[in-house]
């Protein structure tokens, strides 16, 4: 098995709601290590960076507002880097985080647990790599190498 390293993300939902130590326990008993983690106030230049790949969709200016933390006319700003390493850590932290849609998110997953949608945008907590190409790429906007330990 491949040992990979993988991006999460706790969304300022997740951090206003105070759902990143949960988010963390979760991905710890799933047995993940931890290697990196800070958090990072957004802005406009890391956002759009991060959803780069994502600039194309009509919905791409609302994940910008929201990993901003521009929500409800309630800024707060606050997101969880952290990255997670482990034995097929893409696909096992995506289990943990479940369905990008909280409605279709298993029971007992973070978004299952925690997600909801609000003004028909999904407020699910967390983001997580889709893919290891995806991981690296993003690992690298949100962390210099030597922030990240193995």
């Given at each position: 098995?491949?040992?990979?390293?993988?991006?999460?993300?706790?969304?300022?939902?997740?951090?206003?709601r105070r759902l990143a130590g949960i988010a963390i326990d979760r991905f710890e008993t799933a047995g993940f290590d931890m290697v990196a983690a800070k958090i990072v106030t957004v802005t406009e230049d890391l956002a759009r960076e991060h959803y780069a790949l994502l600039k194309e969709m009509p919905f791409f200016p609302n994940l910008i507002q929201f990993i901003k933390g521009d929500f409800h006319g309630v800024p707060d700003?606050?997101?969880?880097?952290?990255?997670?390493?482990?034995?097929?850590?893409?696909?096992?932290?995506?289990?943990?985080?479940?369905?990008?849609?909280?409605?279709?998110?298993?029971?007992?997953?973070?978004r299952g647990s925690f997600g909801r949608i609000s003004q028909g945008n999904f407020e699910n907590v967390v983001h997580a790599s889709g893919n290891p190409e995806e991981a690296d790429r993003e690992i690298k906007i949100w962390f210099r190498p030597e922030e990240v330990i193995g």
């Open positions: 098995m491949a040992i990979e390293k993988t991006l999460i993300l706790i969304k300022p939902d997740g951090m206003k700003r606050r997101v969880l880097a952290m990255v997670y390493k482990g034995e097929n850590a893409v696909k096992g932290i995506r289990a943990v985080v479940g369905a990008t849609n909280p409605e279709q998110a298993a029971p007992g997953t973070i």
